[in-house]
C-alpha cells in the first residue's frame, strides 16, 4: 500500500479561492518532504522543499507567497495554493525519504488540481 | 540547463517489440543518484529503479534492463518484449550530491505507446 499518501486527489475551485492539498508519510516520519508541480503533457518541475519546523525553501521561480507550505509535524506537510487562478491548474505531487539521508524515496498518488 | 535529456518525446512500437527509452544526464558532482520511474495515466509514479554515481553495473528485473555508462553520462533503459501494459509516460531524473537527497531533477519524459 501507500506509504506517502495525498488529499485530495482531485479538486475544483472557483478563481480566488484557496486550495490545500496534504501530503502525508503513513509508516515513517520525514522531517524532508518535497513538492513538484506537472502541467499537462510535461516533465516534473519541483517547486520546494518543505522542512519540519521550519520554512520551506522554494525553488528560483516558484512564488512562496502563492504557494505557502507549512511542515507542522513529522508526517504532514501541506501545500496551499492562494488565491488560485486557472493557469495553477496543475498536477501537485509531493514525496518524501524514508529512512533519511539516501533513504527509499517515495511518491504521493498526486493531486490534481483545476481552477474554473 | 537541463540536467537530464530524454531527446525522445515518444514511441510506438508493437506489441513484443523491444523498446530502449535514452537518457543523458550533466552534472558536476562525483556522488548522484539516477532513477526511473514510469507514469501510467493514472498520473501515479511507479518507482522502476535507482543507481548512485558508483554503482555502474548494469540491471535486469524481469523485462526491464538498464544500461549505466558513466563515460557518455547514459543511463538507458530497455524493456524487452513490450506489452500493452508498458503504454505509459517514462521519466529519468538525477538527484545531484549528498545534500540534495530527495530533489530530483526530471527529463522531459518519453511516451512510450505498445499496440497489440
Known amino acids: 500500500g501507500a506509504v506517502v499518501s495525498q488529499h485530495p486527489s482531485r479538486v475544483i475551485c472557483k478563481s480566488g479561492t484557496s486550495v490545500k492539498i496534504e501530503c502525508r508519510s503513513l509508516d515513517f516520519q520525514a522531517t524532508t518532504m518535497f513538492w513538484y508541480r506537472q502541467f499537462p503533457k510535461q516533465s516534473l518541475m519541483l517547486m520546494a522543499t518543505?522542512?519540519?519546523?521550519?520554512?520551506?525553501?522554494?525553488e528560483q521561480g516558484v512564488e512562496k507567497d502563492k504557494f505557502l507550505i507549512n511542515h507542522a509535524s513529522l508526517t504532514l506537510s501541506t501545500l496551499t495554493v492562494t488565491s488560485a487562478h486557472p493557469e495553477d491548474s496543475s498536477f501537485y505531487i509531493c514525496?518524501?525519504?524514508?529512512?533519511?539521508?539516501?533513504?527509499?524515496?517515495?511518491f504521493g498518488e498526486g493531486s490534481r488540481l483545476t481552477v474554473l | 540547463a537541463q540536467k537530464v535529456t530524454q531527446a525522445q518525446t515518444e514511441i510506438s512500437v508493437v506489441e513484443k517489440e523491444d523498446v530502449t527509452l535514452d537518457c543523458v544526464y550533466e552534472t558536476r558532482d562525483t556522488t548522484y543518484y539516477l532513477f526511473w520511474y514510469k507514469q501510467p495515466p493514472s498520473g501515479e509514479l511507479v518507482f522502476l529503479i535507482r543507481?548512485?554515481?558508483?554503482?555502474?553495473q548494469n540491471e535486469i528485473s524481469g523485462r526491464y534492463s538498464w544500461n549505466f555508462q558513466k563515460s557518455t553520462s547514459s543511463f538507458n533503459f530497455t524493456i524487452t518484449a513490450s506489452q500493452v501494459v508498458d503504454s505509459a509516460v517514462y521519466f529519468c531524473?538525477?538527484?545531484?550530491?549528498?545534500?540534495?537527497?530527495?530533489?530530483?531533477?526530471f527529463g522531459a519524459g518519453t511516451q512510450v505507446v505498445v499496440t497489440p
Open positions: 514525496s518524501a525519504a524514508r529512512g533519511g539521508h539516501t533513504g527509499e524515496l517515495f
Open positions: 543507481r548512485n554515481s558508483f554503482d555502474e
Open positions: 531524473a538525477l538527484s545531484e550530491g549528498y545534500d540534495s537527497w530527495g530533489k530530483l531533477q
Open positions: 518543505s522542512n519540519e519546523g521550519s520554512k520551506a525553501t522554494y
